[in-house]
């Protein structure tokens, strides 16, 4: 059974850098698209970027495109968000899930718990 854990959220300046992971537990996130959402307090949760299985097909949510870039290491089972260019309004807990394809969060079975950005000077 196929458990989804996100983690290298923290505090940032406005123009720095993070990198946030997801990795798995159970079974590989090999043969998943994998997509990471973000929520910020009294808004709903959006899309931020998807990866698909072979990794041919990267999405980006308008917000962040020019900006973050998705990608995946499968011999360390880890999907990568690399954060460029952060702005306050990227502040949020940002989550991984993982599904059969890019098809936005309602087709994402497996979720991580969260982890906290926070871009603040």
């Known amino acids: 059974q196929l458990q989804v854990v996100e983690s290298g959220g923290g505090l940032v300046q406005p123009g720095g850098s993070l990198r946030l992971s997801c990795t798995s537990s159970?079974?590989?996130?090999?043969?998943?698209?994998v997509g990471w959402f973000r929520q910020a307090p009294g808004k709903e949760r959006e899309g931020v970027s998807c990866?698909?299985?072979?990794?041919?097909?990267?999405h980006y949510g308008d917000p962040v495109k020019g900006r973050f870039t998705i990608s995946r290491d499968k011999t360390k089972n880890t999907v990568y968000l690399q954060m460029n260019s952060l702005k306050p309004e990227d502040t949020a807990v940002y989550y991984c899930?993982?599904?059969?394809?890019?098809?936005?969060?309602?087709?994402?079975?497996?979720w991580g718990e969260g982890t906290l950005v926070t871009v603040s000077s």
């Open positions: 899930a993982a599904g059969w394809y890019c098809l936005g969060q309602n087709g994402m079975d497996y």
């Open positions: 159970g079974s590989t996130l090999d043969t998943y698209a």
């Open positions: 990866i698909t299985s072979s990794a041919n097909f990267r």
